[in-house]
């Protein structure tokens, strides 16, 4: 290693990639010969070869990363190492270094503390209005591909690749804001790339269990598992970021989940299709909310120890999403089983265009809510917007809304209410206090 580090840590990340390539390619096709692919379980096996196609681009970084470091490469000077203080610093200058990753953004931090409350609420709204409007369409386009059937005239088929529909969302999403970044000016990245793949495996497998689960349920009864994910969100902040809630935060949080799933049961949404839900519909659904919730809290954290734009962050969490799915669908044979769908149906392509426009343009306003107001705000945006939807489409339709569900309404709204409210006093008390010691001195 002394002699000539590139080479030989070239040459082992090359064999790391290749040992783990053969080793999923024979586990998956002894699989594939001893056990049905056609089962109700059949999207285990599907999962475990997800699994294994994401360790392959998985453990061969984790062998860069971990060689690197110890031999200090990513310090050595020259233009032959600037991917790989891309990727241990984020930056390719030579000057940088992980510790200084963690401390250059304090400046273009998004100070939401300075701000006045009127330009919050702004900011608030503008994300709120931005999330509602494209996940709006998102979520009728995605109902649309994983249950619709396609017919070329002779032939009536469904599509099945949810990992390629995740594909194609995350390439999109990653050149929008790479486009962006080239021709915008932006700070200096300080993010090691490599921290980006832990909440892009996690993004990657909630929207995968997500896309699996409706195979199982119906579209209104995943709502429903959904309506309760602010919880989740915010046990994994603590083990995450060991972040501390208030009382009032996990209150109103019930109150919410509580107050959603009477509304989405008294809105008679989920009477309409196939209302049955497996062991499988629940254990993905499971999956969704754990995966989630991670994936929120591991972006907030990194935004306050890297402060990455937004936009970075977008591009680094595509990027590597990217070369996830990628790999898995190269392994799995996935990308000539899509492409000839698509060929076969020309709106399944039309379909899935808009879908990955309106997911792009929904992840602007996701990393942009995230990091000004952090994951617990954005999933109460997610939650409540799910609701408006439901709420919009009754009054549209004239569907009817039971006392139940306006009882749901009410008690979403009072939550939310009080959880501004308890904020703001929150936040007096400790301004009073901080005058009071202030006095004193
Ligand atoms: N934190 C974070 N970062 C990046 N992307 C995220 C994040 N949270 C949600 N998403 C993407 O938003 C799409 C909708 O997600 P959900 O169905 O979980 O949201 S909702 O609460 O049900 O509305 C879904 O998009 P697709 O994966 O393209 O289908 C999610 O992947």
């Given at each position: 290693?002394?002699?000539?580090p590139?080479?030989?840590?070239?040459?082992?990340?090359?064999?790391t990639?290749?040992?783990t390539?053969?080793?999923?390619?024979?586990?998956s096709?002894?699989?594939?010969?001893i056990?049905?692919?056609?089962?109700?379980?059949?999207?285990?096996l599907r999962?475990?070869?997800?699994?294994?196609?994401y360790a392959?681009?998985?453990?061969?970084?984790?062998?860069?990363?971990?060689?690197?470091?110890r031999h200090?490469?990513?310090?050595?000077?020259?233009?032959?190492?600037?991917l790989?203080?891309?990727i241990?610093?984020g930056?390719t200058l030579?000057?940088a270094?992980?510790?200084?990753?963690?401390?250059s953004?304090?400046?273009?931090?998004?100070n939401?503390?300075s701000?006045?409350?009127?330009?919050?609420?702004i900011?608030?709204?503008?994300?709120c209005?931005?999330?509602?409007?494209?996940?709006?369409?998102?979520?009728?386009?995605?109902?649309k591909?994983?249950?619709?059937?396609?017919?070329?005239?002779?032939?009536?088929?469904?599509?099945?690749?949810?990992?390629?529909l995740?594909?194609?969302n995350?390439?999109?999403?990653?050149m929008?804001?790479?486009?962006?970044?080239?021709?915008?000016?932006?700070?200096?990245?300080?993010?090691?790339l490599?921290?980006?793949?832990?909440?892009s495996?996690?993004?990657?497998?909630?929207?995968?269990?997500q896309y699996?689960?409706?195979?199982?349920?119906?579209?209104?009864?995943?709502v429903l598992?959904?309506?309760a994910?602010?919880i989740p969100?915010m046990l994994?902040?603590?083990?995450?970021?060991?972040?501390?809630?208030?009382?009032?935060e996990?209150?109103?949080?019930?109150?919410?989940?509580v107050?959603?799933?009477?509304?989405?049961?008294?809105?008679?949404?989920d009477k309409?299709?196939?209302?049955v839900?497996?062991?499988?519909?629940?254990?993905l659904?499971?999956?969704?909310?754990?995966?989630?919730?991670?994936t929120?809290?591991?972006?907030?954290?990194?935004?306050k120890?890297?402060?990455?734009?937004?936009?970075?962050?977008?591009?680094?969490?595509?990027?590597?999403?990217?070369?996830f799915?990628?790999?898995?669908?190269?392994?799995?044979?996935?990308?000539?089983?899509?492409?000839?769908?698509?060929?076969?149906?020309?709106?399944?392509i039309?379909?899935?265009l808009?879908?990955?426009?309106?997911?792009?343009?929904g992840?602007?306003?996701?990393?942009?809510?995230?990091?000004?107001f952090?994951?617990?705000?954005?999933?109460?945006?997610m939650?409540v917007?799910?609701?408006?939807?439901?709420?919009?489409?009754?009054l549209?339709?004239?569907?009817?809304?039971?006392?139940?569900?306006?009882l749901?309404?009410?008690?979403?709204?009072?939550?939310?209410?009080?959880r501004i409210?308890?904020?703001q006093?929150?936040?007096?008390?400790k301004?009073?206090?901080a005058d009071?010691?202030a006095?004193k001195?």
């Amino acid at each position: 290693m002394q002699k000539c580090p590139g080479a030989t840590l070239f040459a082992l990340v090359i064999a790391t990639g290749f040992a783990t390539w053969v080793f999923s390619l024979i586990i998956s096709h002894a699989v594939r010969l001893i056990i049905d692919e056609e089962g109700e379980a059949s999207w285990i096996l599907r999962f475990i070869f997800t699994i294994l196609g994401y360790a392959t681009v998985f453990l061969p970084c984790y062998v860069l990363i971990h060689l690197s470091r110890r031999h200090n490469l990513h310090t050595l000077g020259g233009c032959q190492w600037r991917l790989l203080r891309l990727i241990l610093t984020g930056t390719t200058l030579e000057t940088a270094d992980e510790t200084d990753s963690k401390i250059s953004g304090t400046t273009r931090a998004s100070n939401l503390e300075s701000k006045t409350l009127y330009q919050k609420a702004i900011s608030l709204t503008y994300c709120c209005v931005g999330l509602q409007i494209s996940y709006l369409l998102w979520g009728i386009l995605q109902e649309k591909i994983m249950t619709r059937e396609y017919t070329d005239g002779d032939k009536i088929e469904q599509f099945t690749d949810s990992q390629f529909l995740v594909f194609v969302n995350r390439i999109l999403a990653f050149m929008f804001s790479g486009i962006y970044l080239l021709l915008t000016h932006q700070n200096v990245h300080r993010t090691p790339l490599y921290k980006y793949s832990f909440c892009s495996v996690s993004n990657t497998l909630s929207s995968w269990c997500q896309y699996e689960a409706l195979k199982f349920v119906s579209f209104p009864t995943q709502v429903l598992a959904k309506s309760a994910k602010v919880i989740p969100v915010m046990l994994m902040g603590k083990l995450v970021s060991r972040a501390q809630y208030k009382n009032y935060e996990y209150a109103t949080a019930v109150l919410i989940s509580v107050g959603m799933t009477a509304f989405l049961l008294g809105s008679g949404g989920d009477k309409k299709g196939n209302n049955v839900t497996t062991v499988s519909g629940a254990l993905l659904l499971c999956g969704y909310l754990i995966f989630d919730s991670f994936t929120a809290n591991w972006q907030s954290a990194l935004f306050k120890e890297h402060k990455p734009s937004s936009i970075q962050m977008m591009c680094g969490v595509n990027l590597m999403s990217c070369l996830f799915t990628s790999a898995s669908l190269v392994q799995q044979g996935g990308f000539f089983y899509s492409l000839s769908f698509a060929s076969r149906h020309p709106v399944f392509i039309m379909d899935c265009l808009l879908t990955a426009i309106s997911s792009a343009l929904g992840q602007l306003f996701i990393f942009a809510t995230i990091s000004k107001f952090g994951p617990v705000v954005f999933t109460i945006i997610m939650t409540v917007r799910q609701g408006l939807s439901i709420l919009l489409s009754c009054l549209l339709y004239k569907h009817h809304l039971s006392g139940m569900g306006i009882l749901g309404v009410f008690v979403v709204f009072l939550a939310i209410f009080l959880r501004i409210y308890y904020a703001q006093q929150h936040k007096k008390r400790k301004l009073d206090a901080a005058d009071v010691s202030a006095s004193k001195v």
